[in-house]
């Protein structure tokens, strides 16, 4: 850029060939859901041709009306949102209360904590333990299988952890001299200014609760007791485990295609998710940064 404040040639070459290059960028990223909500609405005759789709061909709603049909479906996503707001709320709550114990500096054996945390990051007890353990607190075919196993988690710990000890000492100091006690201390004073990590927290813990299938097929027995995620697998096993498409989760007639009902059952599954994702976006990159550096 030259003095005067006007770009050069090479500046205005470069700025287009960034934004020509994150266009592209963009739309490779978008293109695969938009063939995913096209799919869902396309007729059946329409659905195994080749090609770059770009629109529905015949449009009708008929995967998605054939989706809601049945009852499954509104089960799983009840349990789906039951296990999502409650585990992500758990989270939260315990991964903020053990990082506001693990910042003290003055906590007994802290860090021989702290590297006993960091070990269980790169080596797990594995399938089998975790399944004897819940099996023998009897949470099979419980939601809380699905929650109390994954409540702590150590690297929202650390993270979390990380972020505490950024604070000064003196704003508990202060606190404490005011005649607060270190309960009063983490929940009136130090979490409230923490919400850029808490947002992260929230978001990561979310997302894994809502995705997550495995765990949910290991577990529960009970079809009313599905989660989404589960019933998405169930749906997209449907004709290699069943294929003369009698299953009890979705029936196939001749207005819907299977392939339809799978990417409608997609866009149904994945929308609350990303439709919840930029209203925590803003407080991400902060509190991955602030958590990941301090400390």
Avoid at 74 to 101: D, E, K, P, Q
Avoid at 105 to 131: A, E, Q, W
Avoid at 223 to 249: A, C, E, H, M, W
Wanted: hydrophobic share 55%.
């Amino acid at each position: 850029m030259n003095m005067a404040g006007r770009k050069s040639a090479g500046d205005i070459a470069f700025d287009l060939f960034n934004y020509a290059f994150m266009i592209v960028l963009s739309l490779l990223f978008l293109y695969p859901f938009w063939n995913l909500l096209t799919l869902s609405m396309t007729a059946p005759q329409f659905v195994d041709k080749l090609g770059l789709r770009l629109w529905a061909e015949g449009i009708n709603l008929y995967s998605y009306k054939q989706l809601f049909h049945n009852d499954v479906i509104y089960s799983a996503y009840a349990n789906t949102i039951i296990r999502t707001v409650v585990g992500t709320a758990l989270t939260v709550l315990v991964s903020m209360c053990a990082a506001f114990a693990l910042s003290r500096r003055d906590l007994p054996f802290r860090n021989g904590v702290t590297l006993i945390m960091l070990f269980t990051i790169f080596f797990s007890g594995g399938l089998i333990p975790m399944y004897m353990t819940v099996k023998w607190l009897g949470l099979i075919g419980s939601l809380w299988s699905l929650i109390l196993p994954s409540l702590a988690n150590a690297w929202y710990i650390i993270l979390a952890r990380n972020f505490l000890m950024s604070f000064p000492k003196e704003l508990e100091e202060s606190a404490l001299i005011d005649g607060a006690n270190p309960v009063q201390v983490a929940f009136r004073i130090i979490f409230p200014l923490s919400m850029p990590i808490v947002a992260v927290i929230a978001l990561w813990a979310a997302v894994a609760h809502w995705n997550a299938w495995f765990d949910a097929m290991i577990y529960l027995r009970e079809k009313s007791d599905y989660v989404l995620q589960l019933l998405v697998q169930k749906i997209f096993n449907q004709d290699r485990l069943d294929p003369t498409n009698t299953g009890t989760y979705i029936q196939i007639t001749s207005q819907v295609s299977n392939q339809s009902v799978k990417a409608a059952t997609i866009i149904v599954a994945i929308a609350p998710i990303v439709l919840v994702y930029p209203f925590l976006q803003k407080y991400f990159v902060k509190g991955v940064m602030v958590g990941s550096l301090k400390g």
